[in-house]
Every structure is written in structure tokens, then in C-alpha cells.
């Protein structure tokens, strides 16, 4: 009884050891957090940009959130870091849409990127793209609303009343729809962006395949597949390939 | 003891294993032999650590280096962990010669770590040579190249001289930065847009990239313009054997290299104006101008105003110009607008400044306007000449008595011509300070779950809605709907208050189940004999046996009724119980 108690305790130390080794945060309270964001914000401010980005980075561990990513997003411009500060631009907006400094911020980024990719110019993309005024959190409560409205002018058709409210209602219900299905898609989308300085796109995995183009730190592209270190990218203009993990942040 | 101080220690070796890393620096460039045109790329790469300080490289004096950023990288596979930070630049060469660049020095936790250096050679030639097999810079021509030239090599003081810039590329580039000089001996303004057009030079089509300036020098001497320079990307193609993808959906595969062009300096010689012929009241411009003035109407009342309006025209520096103070006999002058604007004309900058000025005439009669003078020089005549306006005259004729002043406000005095606004700079937004950076934004799980209760709660509603309505319908369309459904309901609420030993038990057991029977298969059961009772329900579904025992309750009650019949306590609950059941069976043989 006693030898099994013994091999328990090295089995625990073992398990505990191999797991410090790995980057894990535990789990932080209220004033801790707040504490950490004063620092870290005093450490942008006094240009000690790494370790604001320790900072940002712990406490994005523990909580995620619009101006964090924002934060972090101006600590990795600062340091030159342009693919990881789009990146993590484009995470704050899916937060906070409307915000104008993130659109400004995230604008002015991509206006210092090398590569120039066509968009697309689809008449329905665009109207899709302005669907994007909602984050997720509040997609969800405006389509909980919708559902309701909706729902109670439906059981209320019968009776006399206005035919425009009733169907302002169906309309808002539509749009509640799509803002819904567009949230959730854009924060179910898989992108990255390339933050070597510049990095090469092959046409299959490992560097022996045929290099199709190169492209630099702070080009955006949606991910198709991963496979052994390697990334299949593909950029809004359609072009493909598949480029190594560690060129990019995904 | 010894086992709990070992725990401690392979917990402590867990936390040091994440500490203590092998750290290693290698220092990559992307070409070794290259020309004073060319530039490198070279990375830093220091493994074993995402931190460290930013490296200093031995022999970098002998380039420009410009920072190309940071990137890290930290994998977990299997349980290992890697990291990495890599530190990116792009090298320009100052001279020509054979470098050793490197080694890079790190610190990292206090400790420095260094890597290997790199032979560099630089030629002086214009074209560049790859090792390694890669792309080729054709050696027929440079592809890209950078002219700056001023068209007056010996300009006076203040005259203008047209500083053109030149980019000569027959190649693809995706990025190009300028740099101009600052111009600090000029005052510089824009000449026009920049222009961009094809030109054949000696059978070769060459794609020219043209910006202007008008520059007018501020002191006299020697002025070297600096080199201007352009920093492209250019793009170069393989020289392989085509395959599938070098078709252009896929860019044929083309190469980028890092260009810096320079251009060579420019040398002046400022002359200073002579003293020869300077007036005295010597405006300070220079140039080829004209001057004209109007007064638009040449008769009005005392007390009314005239505009006078005066136009300076050339190619001299006008923007900071002033009239000299006008001073007429008999005439209060006011200031009022002065417009300014400049056009490019004859391949030189134009400017024309309008001054405008209210005069009002203090007597009336002919007021006459003399002309007004200004001294300029002329380069192209190498004098100083005089423009002059004609002289003009006003005819005032007397007014009412009260000499009407036209009230000039302070504001019409002000100079209004505006400027457009420059943008000097560009920078991100400040971070953002406030406490909701320490909420988490992500829906909370509560959230997603409420969704799809919303949903059933909203369909069960619906569902329930129709119910509803569909019992609406069937109580509108049949009006006994509403007895048959209460009816037994009614009957069991009836039979709670029948108890054994009730004296009027026959009687009200017999109107109950009457009552019941009428409801609940649509007849006046209360108006019928026992024996029509019976054959009214042997038109429904309810069985021969169950109408039979129907009959022989009611006619039994009849008798209990009116045969004078003792009621026993225990006769009463046989017959309590033979209503119950056989109102039981009715309701399951009813449809």
C-alpha cells in the first residue's frame, strides 16, 4: 500500500513538471487582471512595447475582448510586427465593429502592406460586408429580441391592429436572420495573415514543390487546410497555395 | 521525507525546463556579391528563446540598414516545445569594397550570444550577379534608373529654377519609395502632378515616371541638391523551363529583389542681384511678371466705393508678396481679398496674386488713380525693370450730404485666401485605457443556450395559439361542443355531493346520470323514459350490454323514487358505484 502511494506521488510531481513546461496561465482573478492591464498599459506607454505585449498576451489568456486585441495589435505595429498587428486588428473589429480607431488602426496597417490582392468587387459580397455592424455577443441578443417581436405579431395576426407593424416586424425578423448568420460566420471564418517579411507560397507541402508567389508580412488569406507545419492558404483574388506555419499567425 | 523532497525537485525541474533552453543565433543574408544598386535581406534568427534583446551586428557601418520588423514563433509538438525570434533587415551599401558583416550579438537574460559572420562583396558596376542559381538582372541594361536635373545651373537669388526627378523603369516593380531631398537652401513648391508616360530612348520603350518642382534659392553660393532616391521592389522573372504554373494566374513564379536607386547630386551657383539700378523700394521678386489694375466702374456717389483691383502675374516667387501701402490724394483706401494661385505654364510655375482694395473718394469731382509702381529684376534681361499700372480716374458726383461710409468689418480685413491642409504624418490611435479591456466579450454559454429555448418557447406558444383557436372553431361551429366536453367533468364534480344514505339518493342518482347522458350524447335525457333511453343510445356507438344496465339503473330508480322504497346505506353506495361504473364505460364507448 505504501510502495502504491509512493509510485502516486512521482506519477503527480511528474505530471505537474511536464506541464509547467508548457505555456499555460491559471486562471486569474478581477483585481489581478486589472492590475496586469495597468502595467501593461504603462508599459506601452513608456515604449516598453515587449512587455506590454507579455502583458496584453496574459491577460488575453484569461479574457477576450475587443480592446485587448486592439492594444496588442498597436504593441506588435510599434515593434514592427505588421502581419501579427493586422491580425490582431481584424480580431478587435469582429468585437467591436463600429469602433472608428480599430477601423482607422486596421485601415493604416494594411496601407503599409507590400502585396496588392483584388478584393472582390461582387455587388452581393459588398452588401453582405455590411451586415458587420454587430459582434457576435450582440447578434445573439438582437436575434433573441427578433424572435420575440416576431413571434408574438405572428400569434397576434389574427386580431385587428396595424398590417405595417406586423410586417416591420417579419422585416426585422429578416434582418435579425442575417446579421445572426453573418456573425457567426465571420467568427467562424479561419483566416491568418503572413507575418515574415516575406514568405513563399508552394504548390504542395515542403519546400521542394514549385514556389507559385511570394508574399509579405501583413497579407490576409482565409485557411483551406493544415497539414505537418504547413498551411494551405488562399488569398481574395482566389490564388492558392501552401505556405509553412511558421511564417505565418493564424 | 526522501520521496516528498523528490516531488518537489521534479516539479522544480519542470518549471527550470521551461527556463533553460539551448540558445543559438544564426545570421542568414540573402546574397553575398552585389552592386552598389542592390541591396540585401539578412535575418537574425536566435532559437531557444522568444525574448532577447535586439541584436548588434559588427560591420554594419559599411551599409544603411533599414529594420524589415520582428516575428516569433513558439510550436509544441508531441509534448516538445520550440521557440524562436527572428529579426528582419534590409541592407543598402555605402561603398563599394569586401565587408565582413557580423557576427550578431544577443542578449538574452543577461547573457550575450553571437553568431557566425558573412563575407559581403560589393561591386561598383550597375548590374547585379546572383550566386546560388537564381534569378539573373539582365546584362544587356540596368532595367530601373533615377535622373534629377535643374534646368538653371547659375539662377539669381529668389529666381525660379525647375528641379525635374526621373524614374526610368522597363520592369515590373510592386512597391517604390521615394526619397527626395529637403531642399533646405530653396523655397520649393509643387509644379504639377506627377506624370507618368512612355518614351523610346535608342529602340528601347522605357516607362517614365516625372515629378516637378519649382524651387527659388534663398541665398546666394554654391547649393548642392542631394541625390534623390528610390527604394523599389522589383520583380524578375526565372529563366527555367515553363511549366504548368508559370501561366499568370499563378505570377509565373517571378522573384522580388530590393533595389535602392540613386540619382547624382545636383551643383548650383547662386549669383547674388547686382546693386547697379536696385530701387530703393526694390519689391524682391524675381522673375519674368506683368501688372494690371481696375477700378470696374468709373462713375459713382460720394460716399460710394470702388474696387481697385490689381493683378500680378509671373513666373517669379508671389506666394509671399506684398503691395506696397497705396496712398491716393482724396481717397480713404481700404484692404480687402487677396486671392493667390499658381498653374504650371511653358514647363515653369506661374503664379498670379490679385489684391483687391475698397477706395472710397472723399470729394467729388474727377479723382484721378495713379499709377501704382512696383520694382522687380528680370533674369532674362539681367535688369531691374518697373511694372507699372495705367493711370485711371474716377468721376464722383456730389452726394446727398451725408457721406454713407461702407462699414468694413474686421473680418473683411483679414487675408482669407486659404490654404489647403498638408498632411505631414500618419500614425496609429492611442491604445484604449478604459476598464472594459477586463470583461469578457465572447457570448457566455448561457447565451447560446437561450436561443434555441427561445425557439421551442416561441414554437410551443405558436402551437398552443393554434389550439386554441382550432377549440374556437369547433365550440363556434357545433354548440353542444362545450356540454360534451363538460360533461363528465360535471358529472364527478355532481357525484361528490351524492352520498350514501342521501333519502332523496334515487331521485338526484337518476337526474345525474340523466344529465350526464343528455350532455354528453346531445338529447334531453331528463325528459325521456328508461326504455327510450335505451333505444336513443342504441343509435350511438355506446354497446347493447352498457344501454341495457342504463336502463335497469333508471328504472330502478324509478322504483326507488316512487315505490316507496327504503333507502340503506349500503344500497345507496351499490348504486353510487353502478353510476360511476357504468358512466365509466360510456365515456370509453363514446366517440
Known amino acids: 500500500m505504501k510502495g502504491r502511494i509512493n509510485l502516486f506521488i512521482c506519477a503527480l510531481g511528474f505530471l505537474i513538471s511536464a506541464s509547467t513546461s508548457s505555456a499555460l496561465e491559471e486562471s486569474m482573478n478581477k483585481n489581478d487582471l486589472s492590475s496586469l492591464l495597468h502595467k501593461a498599459n504603462e508599459a506601452f506607454q513608456q515604449g516598453s512595447y515587449q512587455e506590454a505585449i507579455d502583458g496584453y498576451q496574459t491577460l488575453l489568456a484569461n479574457v477576450e475582448n475587443g480592446e485587448l486585441h486592439y492594444n496588442i495589435g498597436n504593441a506588435f505595429f510599434r515593434v514592427g510586427e505588421l502581419g501579427t498587428a493586422i491580425y490582431h486588428f481584424r480580431k478587435a473589429a469582429l468585437f467591436l465593429p463600429r469602433d472608428a480607431d480599430i477601423r482607422y488602426n486596421l485601415a493604416y496597417a494594411r496601407s503599409k502592406v507590400t502585396d496588392q490582392v483584388e478584393g472582390s468587387a461582387n455587388l452581393l459580397y459588398k452588401a453582405w460586408s455590411y451586415l458587420s455592424f454587430m459582434n457576435l455577443r450582440e447578434a445573439y441578443f438582437f436575434f433573441i429580441f427578433a424572435i420575440g417581436i416576431a413571434g408574438t405579431a405572428f400569434l397576434l395576426r389574427k386580431r385587428e391592429g396595424s398590417l405595417w407593424l406586423r410586417r416591420s416586424c417579419g422585416l426585422l425578423f429578416v434582418l435579425a436572420v442575417l446579421i445572426f448568420i453573418h456573425a457567426h460566420f465571420e467568427n467562424a471564418k479561419k483566416f491568418g495573415v503572413v507575418n515574415a517579411v516575406e514568405a513563399k507560397i508552394y504548390s504542395g507541402v515542403g519546400r521542394d514543390n514549385v514556389v507559385l508567389f511570394t508574399l509579405h508580412a501583413g ?4 485557411i483551406n487546410d493544415q497539414a505537418d507545419g504547413w498551411v494551405q492558404i488562399e488569398l481574395s483574388d482566389g490564388k492558392k497555395g501552401w505556405i509553412a506555419a511558421h511564417d505565418v499567425i493564424l | 521525507m526522501n520521496l516528498v523532497a523528490g516531488f518537489f525537485m521534479m516539479a522544480l525541474m519542470g518549471v527550470t525546463q521551461a527556463k533553460a533552453a539551448n540558445i543559438n543565433v544564426q545570421l542568414e543574408v540573402s546574397e553575398s556579391d552585389i552592386t552598389l544598386n542592390d541591396s540585401i535581406n539578412v535575418q537574425v534568427r536566435v532559437e531557444g528563446t522568444q525574448s532577447g534583446s535586439e ?9 544603411d540598414v533599414q529594420g524589415g520588423g520582428t516575428s516569433t514563433q513558439f510550436q509544441m509538438i508531441n509534448g516538445r516545445t520550440s521557440s524562436a525570434k527572428t529579426f528582419s533587415y534590409s541592407l543598402f551599401p555605402k561603398k563599394a569594397g569586401t565587408f565582413i558583416f557580423g557576427p550578431a550579438t544577443v542578449e538574452v537574460d543577461g547573457k550575450k550570444y553571437s553568431s557566425q559572420s558573412v563575407q559581403i562583396k560589393v561591386n561598383a558596376g550597375t548590374t547585379g550577379t546572383n550566386s546560388g542559381g537564381k534569378a539573373t538582372v539582365p546584362k544587356e541594361a540596368t532595367p530601373f534608373y533615377i535622373t534629377a536635373e535643374i534646368d538653371q545651373k547659375n539662377p539669381y537669388v529668389n529666381q525660379q529654377v525647375v528641379y525635374t526627378f526621373r524614374f526610368y523603369r522597363r520592369a515590373d516593380v510592386v512597391n517604390a519609395q521615394l526619397g527626395l531631398p529637403d531642399f533646405q537652401d530653396f523655397l520649393r513648391q509643387d509644379l504639377e502632378k506627377q506624370k507618368q508616360f512612355e518614351k523610346n530612348i535608342n529602340g528601347v520603350m522605357w516607362v517614365v515616371t516625372e515629378i516637378r518642382h519649382a524651387l527659388f534659392p534663398t541665398h546666394e553660393g554654391q547649393i548642392t541638391i542631394a541625390p534623390a532616391t528610390l527604394d523599389v521592389t522589383a520583380v524578375f522573372r526565372e529563366r527555367r523551363e515553363r511549366s504548368f504554373f508559370d501561366d499568370p494566374f499563378f505570377w509565373g513564379g517571378g522573384q522580388t529583389r530590393q533595389l535602392r536607386l540613386r540619382s547624382d547630386p545636383v551643383v548650383l551657383n547662386v549669383r547674388p542681384l547686382p546693386e547697379a539700378g536696385k530701387d530703393k523700394n526694390f519689391s524682391g521678386m524675381v522673375g519674368a511678371l506683368k501688372i494690371s489694375a481696375d477700378i470696374g466702374k468709373k462713375q459713382i456717389v460720394q460716399g460710394d466705393s470702388v474696387t481697385l483691383t490689381i493683378t500680378v502675374k509671373g513666373d517669379a516667387n508671389l506666394e509671399g508678396f506684398s503691395l506696397p501701402e497705396l496712398s491716393f490724394p482724396d481717397v480713404k483706401v481700404y484692404d480687402d481679398k487677396t486671392q493667390f494661385n499658381t498653374e504650371p505654364a511653358g514647363g515653369r510655375l506661374v503664379g498670379t496674386k490679385i489684391f483687391k482694395k475698397a477706395l472710397v473718394p472723399s470729394v467729388a469731382g474727377e479723382v484721378k488713380i495713379p499709377a501704382i509702381i512696383i520694382p522687380v529684376f528680370n533674369p532674362e534681361k539681367n535688369q531691374y525693370e518697373t511694372l507699372r499700372t ?48 477586463l470583461e469578457d466579450a465572447r457570448p457566455p454559454q448561457w447565451l447560446k443556450w437561450s436561443l434555441p429555448l427561445v425557439l421551442l418557447l416561441m414554437l410551443g406558444a405558436h402551437i398552443a395559439a393554434w389550439l386554441l383557436r382550432r377549440r374556437a372553431r369547433l365550440i363556434d361551429k357545433d354548440a353542444g361542443f362545450l356540454k360534451r366536453e363538460k360533461a363528465f367533468r360535471n358529472f364527478n364534480k355532481a357525484m361528490k355531493n351524492l352520498t350514501a344514505g342521501d333519502p332523496e339518493i334515487y331521485a338526484r342518482a337518476s337526474n345525474l346520470l340523466r344529465s350526464y347522458l343528455g350532455d354528453r350524447l346531445g338529447f334531453d335525457g331528463k325528459a325521456l323514459s328508461a326504455l327510450d333511453v335505451e333505444r336513443r343510445l342504441g343509435r350511438t356507438t355506446v354497446q347493447a350490454q352498457t344501454a341495457g344496465m342504463i336502463k335497469q339503473i333508471l328504472q330502478s330508480c324509478e322504483t326507488g323514487q316512487y315505490g316507496n322504497v327504503a333507502v340503506s346505506a349500503e344500497k345507496s353506495r351499490q348504486l353510487i358505484d353502478q353510476v360511476k361504473n357504468v358512466v365509466a364505460k360510456v365515456e370509453k364507448e363514446v366517440r
Do not use: C, Y
Open chain 1, 219 to 222: 497579407t490576409e488569406f482565409d
Open chain 2, 55 to 63: 541584436p548588434t551586428i559588427a560591420g554594419a557601418e559599411n551599409f
Open chain 2, 390 to 437: 495705367a493711370e485711371m480716374s474716377l468721376k464722383v458726383a456730389p452726394g446727398n450730404g451725408n457721406e454713407k461710409m461702407t462699414h468694413v468689418s474686421a473680418a473683411d480685413l483679414e487675408d482669407k485666401s486659404k490654404r489647403r491642409i498638408e498632411i505631414v504624418g500618419q500614425d496609429i490611435m492611442p491604445i484604449k485605457r478604459n476598464l472594459e479591456a
